[in-house]
């Protein structure tokens, strides 16, 4: 199938800190369609889907009654961060009039089903990618229903900016690319649609379209190799997500992985990731290299840089014991520190994920 590309694009300049290289987390401020509101600081969460916003930020003043502007569906949902285990629970309510400011002007969002949470925590985020740890329960309120995914309940802002498609032809197609690098004086980059000359040098990995997936799609695999050290290398294909909402690494090492059909994968503890060596790599459907980096986990006490590994950037902060993919496999939280050696673009106009060495 033809690749389709698009002929506009939108700039995002995101807030972001880098030191030596090594980003951390990004954050955008949205607007909102009240003046007693205007703009509130989001967390940009490549990790999640949907906007978490709290409950009180879209009620009129002195009233209990929503702003002309949410739109109330009936149904309430409880996600799960994982591994914080932090649970928002709240209403699905449909907001409208949101907007991004970027480069040269606003970015209007289209009405996107976002969760108006209760505040028993203080969470702003925005989340814009894959949700292993965003899984919903939702129905009619007080009417619970079985667990779905998050995909499924709320919108992702990144893919629903107005005027995007994903109609062949379309000008603006629903896609965004995000850089850490330095332009200038300032950090990082996020350009919203796609075009040839845009995603020029980008190697691509394909997602699978999958409702039941917690972001509509099932994560790439790539190949992990975990040597622990005065041990064996333990080598697996592994699901992959670049989380730019954590500066940690998560693994899960399974086998086998993938597990076969109707079948089941058994956790490979790795007791101690300290001194670890972690490989991590991909080809395209040409056989060229997505992804080719390595570290090892020397200090997790990481006393420069916040890294694992000086010698290279894009080392996490630190490696945790992860659980399995979304499919039963073994898994690959890299955090945000990818970004330090890699471009990355959700292309969802053509279900694929595209990196590219800086």
Do not use: C
Not at 199 to 209: A, S
């Amino acid at each position: 199938m033809a690749i389709q590309y698009g002929t506009t694009t939108l700039t995002l300049q995101p807030e972001l800190q880098v030191q030596d290289g090594v980003p951390t987390l990004f954050y955008a401020n949205v607007n909102f369609p009240a003046p007693g509101i205007g703009a509130k600081l989001f967390n940009i969460d490549t990790g999640s889907v949907g906007f978490v916003i709290p409950k009180s930020l879209l009620l009129q003043p002195g009233t209990t009654s929503y702003y002309p502007w949410v739109e109330p569906t009936g149904q309430t949902m409880t996600l799960i961060y994982k591994p914080s285990n932090v649970s928002p629970t709240g209403e699905i309510v449909t907001v409208s009039g949101l907007s991004l400011q970027g480069v040269d002007g606003p970015i209007p969002i289209g009405p996107v089903k976002v969760l108006a949470h209760d505040e028993t925590t203080h969470t702003f985020m925005m989340g814009v990618g894959f949700g292993l740890e965003a899984i919903s329960h939702y129905g009619p309120v007080d009417q619970p229903q079985p667990w779905t995914s998050a995909a499924g309940a709320l919108d992702n802002p990144f893919l629903n900016i107005e005027g995007m498609s994903r109609e062949p032809g379309a000008p603006f197609q629903a896609a965004y690319a995000m850089s850490a690098a330095t332009f200038g004086t300032v950090n990082g980059k996020v350009v919203f649609g796609q075009t040839e000359a845009l995603l020029e040098g980008f190697r691509f990995l394909p997602i699978t379209p999958d409702p039941a997936s917690p972001a509509g799609f099932q994560l790439p695999w790539v190949d992990l190799t975990v040597t622990p050290a005065g041990g064996a290398p333990l080598q697996t294909q592994a699901q992959i997500l670049m989380d730019a909402g954590i500066e940690n690494m998560f693994l899960g090492v399974f086998q086998p992985s993938p597990p076969p059909p109707g079948g089941s994968a058994t956790q490979v503890p790795v007791a101690d990731w300290t001194n670890a060596e972690v490989r991590i790599q991909a080809v395209d459907a040409a056989g060229l290299p997505v992804i080719d980096y390595a570290f090892v986990n020397r200090d997790p006490q990481k006393v420069q840089f916040h890294l694992t590994d000086t010698n290279q950037p894009a080392s996490p902060n630190e490696v945790l014991n992860g659980g399995p993919s979304p499919q039963g496999g073994s898994f690959i939280n890299t955090g945000v520190h990818l970004l330090a050696l890699y471009d990355y673009v959700l292309d969802a106009a053509n279900n694929r994920l595209g990196f590219r060495v800086r």
